[in-house]
């Protein structure tokens, strides 16, 4: 039997100006994630949703998931694998496609990840490894989009 993980937060809208949802355009999109111990998130919706472009929103936050979630996966393989990161990187990008319906979805998010290894030796692994980081990203392996990789290494 495999153990099995459990999480909680809560997310508490804080964008009630006075009328509540009485039209689309009377109340904020604003709102804090809250977790216990954590620092609190405070999120709105994307600006083209009428959101406040300086707090990050749930697509920002599935894609930071997806990125940090590769980087410690792959972190772990390349300690296992010998190969010593120094630094690492990842300018990641999303798209989302919006149906005329209202919904969306993404269609597919690419990480682009920097990474300087120790050794010219590890370039070619340290490239390859990636890979296997994907295979074992719990994040990526819950989405039903592909995450693609363009990586790069140097030393």
Known sequence: MHPEHNYQLTVRWTGNNGTGTSSYRAYERSHTIQIDNKVDIKGSSDPVFHGDKTVHNPEDLLLASLSACHMMSYLH????????VTDYIDNATGKMAVSDDGSGHFT?????????????????????LHKTANQLCFIANSVNFPVKHIPKSKV
Request: aromatic letters at 0%; proline letters at 3%.
């Open 77 to 84: 393989v390349c300690v296992k694998a010998g190969i010593v």
């Open 108 to 128: 597919e998010v690419i990480l682009n990840p920097i990474v300087t290894v120790s050794d010219s030796s590890m370039l070619e692994k340290a490239n390859e």
